[in-house]
């Protein structure tokens, strides 16, 4: 009786261990994807709750995680993105400036604990990472409630492996869209930097065209005017003259070029 009272003391601590280890790896998965210094989960219960603060002070920190968990108290998602002027916290979080948490829930739907991200900074979260956020608490879900499922009944080796496969299963998809959001954001830095030096030697030849072209326009300037000078001069000659002759006309427009030609 002692020795099956203990060995269920063993498999149960096991059990808790391994739920341990899953949700320490989806935070960590959470903390490098939001590039926060805080996530937590927060087990009502206080059997499964786990935390990564790297900050200063990580006692003052989590005191004001809890202040501000007692003081989302909906069951719903919070994002605070300054708490420092966020009505709701009324400027309490000296340390934690941003604060977002989303309710977990049991199979039966009662709500068992919160699923936490903050910074010592102010951010924003855009609409893909809320709902990325939704789809990470329900992977925590996931992994605290696998023992409440019919696998429990399996054998404790089979359970195991079964275990480790739920595991590998549900973190695939969230690691393929993490590589993808990590793809797509290099593919548009590089899109971005290409465009932005396109951008610059289009700017630079436009520059130089533009110049070009008031060179020309200034030329095209001074010899219509040259011109229309040379033809009054000639004009006027022609009018003031009863008589001329071509030798006449050949050295006034003589003249006018060397003229031009000194100027």
Same mark, same amino acid.
């Given at each position: 009786?002692?020795?099956?009272?203990?060995?269920?003391?063993?498999? *149960?601590?096991?059990?808790?261990?391994?739920?341990?280890?899953?949700?320490?790896?989806?935070?960590?998965?959470?903390?490098? %994807?939001?590039?926060?210094?805080?996530?937590?989960?927060?087990?009502?219960?206080?059997?499964?709750?786990?935390?990564?603060?790297?900050?200063?002070?990580?006692?003052?920190?989590?005191?004001?995680?809890?202040?501000?968990?007692?003081?989302?108290?909906?069951?719903?998602?919070?994002?605070?993105?300054?708490?420092? *002027?966020?009505?709701?916290?009324?400027?309490?979080?000296?340390?934690?400036? %941003?604060?977002?948490?989303?309710?977990?829930?049991?199979?039966?739907?009662?709500?068992?604990?919160?699923?936490?991200?903050?910074?010592?900074?102010?951010?924003?979260?855009?609409?893909?990472?809320?709902?990325? *956020?939704?789809?990470?608490?329900?992977?925590?879900?996931?992994?605290?409630?696998?023992?409440?499922?019919?696998?429990?009944?399996?054998?404790?080796?089979?359970?195991?492996?079964?275990?480790?496969?739920?595991?590998?299963?549900?973190?695939?998809?969230?690691? %393929?869209?993490?590589?993808?959001?990590?793809?797509? *954001?290099?593919?548009?830095?590089?899109?971005?930097?290409?465009?932005?030096?396109?951008?610059?030697?289009?700017?630079?030849?436009?520059?130089?065209?533009?110049?070009?072209?008031?060179?020309?326009?200034?030329? %095209?300037?001074?010899?219509?005017?040259?011109?229309?000078?040379?033809?009054?001069?000639?004009?006027?000659?022609?009018?003031?003259?009863?008589?001329?002759?071509?030798?006449?006309?050949?050295?006034?427009?003589?003249?006018?070029?060397?003229?031009?030609?000194?100027?």
């Amino acid at each position: 009786m002692n020795s099956s009272y203990a060995n269920n003391i063993n498999e *149960f601590n096991t059990q808790i261990y391994e739920i341990k280890q899953e949700i320490t790896e989806t935070l960590t998965l959470m903390k490098q %994807f939001y590039d926060v210094s805080i996530v937590k989960f927060v087990d009502y219960n206080a059997l499964y709750t786990q935390q990564i603060i790297s900050c200063d002070d990580p006692y003052k920190a989590d005191s004001e995680l809890n202040s501000l968990a007692q003081t989302c108290t909906q069951e719903k998602l919070y994002i605070i993105e300054d708490t420092l *002027f966020d009505p709701l916290t009324k400027g309490r979080c000296q340390q934690v400036r %941003f604060y977002s948490q989303y309710p977990i829930y049991n199979l039966d739907n009662s709500l068992i604990g919160v699923l936490i991200i903050a910074d010592i900074s102010p951010k924003t979260l855009i609409g893909s990472q809320k709902e990325q *956020f939704v789809s990470f608490a329900q992977l925590l879900q996931t992994q605290l409630n696998k023992h409440f499922t019919p696998t429990k009944t399996v054998k404790p080796s089979q359970t195991k492996s079964l275990n480790r496969f739920v595991h590998l299963f549900s973190l695939a998809p969230v690691a %393929f869209l993490i590589a993808l959001v990590i793809c797509s *954001f290099s593919a548009l830095l590089l899109y971005t930097l290409d465009k932005k030096d396109k951008k610059s030697a289009y700017a630079i030849q436009t520059q130089q065209l533009r110049q070009t072209l008031f060179d020309a326009l200034e030329r %095209f300037d001074n010899q219509a005017l040259y011109i229309t000078q040379k033809d009054k001069i000639v004009a006027g000659f022609l009018k003031s003259q009863q008589s001329y002759t071509q030798q006449q006309l050949s050295d006034l427009v003589k003249t006018q070029v060397s003229s031009r030609a000194r100027a």
